[in-house]
């Protein structure tokens, strides 16, 4: 998209037929899952769906030019790279023409290879670069703690995990706990992150703008800075691709180099005990997962015998002195074993016959932490008449 007007020189223009249009944008969104370069020029023309003009319909076929053009263009995953989950995260300030809301962008490296990017218009109006930019960052730091508890289930515990952010006003706002009086107009929601400095699950750090790779994402560039950024965060072309790693576009489109890889033996065997180590899956009859629960399969259904639910709330209630626990606590816990002790037999039920429609319930405690005032949040997520999580 051009950097000065990016909807032309010849305005708005006429309607254009909206099937079109939108097969067009839907297209362009599938692409966006392996090719970053063009995510923030689809999200900007995919706001105008609704309306869309012959400026839009020209921007759209700009970046199909601009595939054509760079068919082999790929992120490059390199194999001697280390392993430590880095962040970026950079806003647009009022750049949306219409409601003159920002646009946040974000994106998560493991090493030097990207493995997550965000690009999305904010849902407030930011009075103000320091607040566009903290929103922006409170959105990174979710995208973070997700990529954290996802690595636990493969045994890696990231802690201090970097934020890189090129305002220093939203870094002072991060760091210190007070609320300023020119902060306390912002959203309680985007306050989070400061909890999460606090634990020491991440860290922010300043960045030069020139070497935020999540610019790319919230903005227009000339083709100079469009190219430098497109190589900064590991996009290269399929021609200087060698055997020491692979394509995230091979992984996604299906392609031959995926097929050969997937045909390895080796790679095979990996992922078998790879699964069978971290959840101890027998192909069928009973399962014994780590946590000490038992599938057994009957004629009519399946039973869990190890798993309580009943005792959650219990359990996770008494979990939270265990700092400075009192006599009071410890008669709490004494009363879920007495509890388990005359319910020996008591498990879930997955009927045979139940129906397989997914329904959720939840609820909160408002304010039930006697010590912070903190509520407590509650779910439960149903396949018919069988309970299969809980939170």
């Not at 190219?227 to 996604?252: E, N």
């Not at 939270?320 to 816990?333: G, N, S």
């Not at 005032?373 to 069988?386: D, E, P, V, Y």
Request: overall charge positive; hydrophobic content about 35%.
């Amino acid at each position: 998209m051009d950097k000065e007007n990016p909807w032309g020189k010849d305005g708005p223009g006429k309607d254009v037929e909206l099937h079109l249009y939108r097969s067009m944008i839907g297209s362009l969104m599938y692409l966006t899952a392996s090719r970053p370069d063009i995510m923030f020029a689809v999200c900007a023309c995919a706001r105008h769906q609704v309306t869309p003009k012959e400026c839009h319909l020209h921007a759209v076929k700009r970046i199909f030019r601009y595939l054509k053009g760079h068919p082999k263009l790929g992120l490059w995953y390199p194999k001697a790279s280390p392993f430590d989950l880095v962040a970026y995260s950079d806003s647009n300030y009022g750049r949306a023409y219409q409601d003159r809301k920002s646009t946040t962008g974000g994106s998560q490296f493991l090493g030097r290879r990207l493995i997550l990017w965000q690009c999305k218009k904010q849902t407030i109006v930011a009075t103000s670069t320091t607040e566009a930019e903290y929103v922006a960052a409170a959105s990174c730091c979710g995208q973070v703690l997700w990529i954290q508890n996802q690595l636990l289930d493969y045994g890696y515990n990231f802690m201090n995990t970097k934020i890189y952010i090129d305002n220093n006003s939203a870094i002072c706002i991060v760091n210190n706990p007070v609320y300023h009086s020119k902060t306390k107009y912002i959203e309680i929601r985007y306050h989070f992150i400061r909890d999460f400095f606090e634990k020491k699950l991440i860290s922010v750090d300043h960045i030069h703008t020139d070497e935020n790779v999540a610019d790319l994402l919230t903005k227009p560039f000339d083709a100079g800075r469009f190219q430098y950024l497109v190589v900064s965060i590991g996009m290269l072309l399929a021609a200087v691709v060698k055997f020491c790693g692979f394509r995230i576009s091979c992984l996604i489109m299906g392609s031959a180099c995926h097929e050969k890889l997937c045909q390895r033996k080796s790679s095979s065997l990996y992922f078998v005990s790879l699964m069978h180590e971290k959840f101890q899956m027998s192909a069928m009859g009973e399962l014994n997962f780590f946590l000490g629960l038992q599938v057994l399969q009957k004629e009519d259904g399946i039973f869990l015998s190890q798993d309580k639910p009943d005792i959650m709330f219990a359990v996770c209630a008494c979990a939270r002195h265990q700092v400075t626990p009192k006599e009071c606590h410890l008669h709490a816990v004494k009363r879920i074993f007495r509890y388990l002790k005359g319910h020996p037999k008591l498990g879930l039920w997955y009927p045979k016959a139940s129906s397989f429609d997914l329904v959720a319930y939840s609820d909160s405690d408002y304010g039930g932490a006697s010590q912070d005032r903190k509520s407590t949040t509650g779910g439960s997520q149903f396949l018919g008449r069988r309970l299969i999580s809980w939170q």
